[in-house]
């Protein structure tokens, strides 16, 4: 190989990673670490959550250029919905959001992790703070319901039984369009 190849050859790797740094960058806000498979994934989640109107009207100050931008902005407005609705405010809070295309990704990651079978359309995993949600089924209430679950778990200390877990979680849900 001459020099010239060489040297053009290391400058299409360098691109290459590059672009593949760029695919795998994590899109963060202030309270969220967004994931997802592709874009169309992404746009459906984002078409599925729609906010009522007193949200919406937040998303008003938000800067929002790409689908993701949107996505994020609609999660911190839930978020923050959530720790009012609950009135609490966890330092620190922070989670990550796993978008999947459908319930059967949600049941087979929950398969892979805990060994059960189950049909659930999100959930939250308390040891890896994130909440796994598929695209197909998310609604605002569902989105509120496993934020729910993360705000009760940043705040306490010693964690609550489980059914006093998911009493919270429920009113969250409940009370999000209020
Ligand atoms: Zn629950």
């Known amino acids: ?15 290459v990673t590059l672009v593949g740094t760029a695919q795998a960058r994590e899109q963060k806000s202030r309270y969220v670490t967004l994931a997802y498979s592709d874009r ?19 998303m008003r100050k938000k800067n929002v250029v790409t689908s993701a931008d949107e996505v994020l902005a609609k999660a911190d407005i839930i978020i923050e ?19 999947v295309p459908d319930s059967s990704d949600v049941a087979r990651i929950y398969k892979r992790k805990y060994g059960k079978r189950v049909n659930h359309i999100a959930y939250y995993s308390l040891s890896e703070k994130t909440i796994y949600v598929s695209a197909d089924d998310v609604s605002l209430r569902v989105l509120a319901h496993e934020v729910g679950h993360s705000v009760v778990d940043f ?14 979680a429920q009113f969250a849900e409940k009370h999000v369009t209020d």
Do not use: G, W
Request: proline share 4%; glycine share 0%.
């Open 1 to 15: 190989m001459t020099k010239l190849n060489c040297s053009v050859l290391a400058f299409v790797l360098c691109l």
């Open 40 to 58: 169309n994934v992404l746009r459906e989640f984002n078409d599925n959550l729609r906010l009522n109107r007193s949200l919406s009207y937040s």
């Open 81 to 99: 919905k959530v720790q009012v609705v609950l009135d609490m405010f966890p330092n620190k809070y922070h989670i990550r959001l796993v978008i």
């Open 155 to 168: 705040y306490f200390k010693v964690r609550p039984p489980y059914n006093i877990h998911e009493l919270m």
